[in-house]
């Protein structure tokens, strides 16, 4: 049990173009979502935390016009990069959070974009 | 967010010796100290945890300790194999907000 997905797995885009990632819990519901940031042989970066159903809070420091995140429903939490640009290649990680996990996060299998 | 620091960077184990990975965190209130391992490229999956009314969590070859006084807890990994080579990363949480700050993680590397 507990299982998070992503997708897609790996994109590559044209700088200026929107992308959009999606994290979904296949198996509970997750009642909060995470989304990190994570450079080659670097640490995971919290980028917004979301809540089904309101909005994403953002941590310091990360453009929310940048990377508008939706919460529509308990199993899909979508992050789109808008107007991409080469800084905004690496790994973007979701994990979720369900009911009776406490504290405990999956994550799912990342999303490496590639912004040319 | 929290101050995690996690060390060493690098550890470097002979087969079947232990491992040990150490991390210290500043906010006092924090309750909820679980540590991930992740292979290049792949998500990172949870080991073991550890909350703050526990002092010792052991899971076959792995154990997590706890010194909440000193605020810092570490990660015990015996009789390495092969197959435990990757990157650990330490997490805290003060539980209200359900967030982690992660530690910078260990590239653990167990020659055979």
């Known amino acids: 049990g507990a299982v998070v997905s992503q997708h897609p797995s790996r994109v590559i885009c044209k700088s200026g173009t929107s992308v959009k990632i999606e994290c979904r819990s296949l198996?509970?519901?997750?009642?909060?979502m995470f989304w990190y940031r994570q450079f080659p042989k670097k640490s995971l970066m919290l980028m917004a935390t979301?809540?089904?159903?309101?909005?994403?809070?953002?941590e310091q420091g990360v453009e929310k016009d940048k990377f508008l995140i939706n919460h529509a429903s308990l199993t899909l939490s979508t992050l789109t990069v808008t107007s991409a640009h080469p800084e905004d290649s690496s790994f973007y990680i979701c994990s979720a959070r369900g009911v009776g996990f406490g504290e405990t996060q999956y994550f799912g299998p990342g999303t490496r974009l590639l912004v040319l | 967010g929290e101050n995690v620091e996690q060390h060493p960077s690098t550890l470097s184990v002979q087969e079947g010796d232990s491992a040990v990975i150490k991390c210290t965190y500043s906010?006092?209130?924090?309750?909820?100290f679980p540590w991930y391992k992740q292979e290049l490229g792949k998500r990172p999956q949870l080991i073991i945890d550890i909350r703050s009314n526990v002092g010792e969590k052991k899971d076959q070859r792995i154990a997590v300790t706890l010194n909440k006084t000193a605020k810092h807890f570490s990660l015990h990994i015996t009789e390495t194999q092969p197959e435990d080579s990757a990157v650990y990363f330490c997490?805290?949480?003060?539980?209200?907000?359900?967030?982690?700050?992660f530690g910078a993680g260990t590239t653990v590397t167990v020659r055979a």
């Open positions: 997490a805290v949480s003060s539980g209200y907000d359900y967030k982690l700050s």
């Open positions: 198996d509970f519901q997750a009642t909060t």
């Open positions: 906010d006092s209130a924090s309750n909820y």
């Open positions: 979301s809540n089904e159903g309101s909005k994403a809070t953002y």
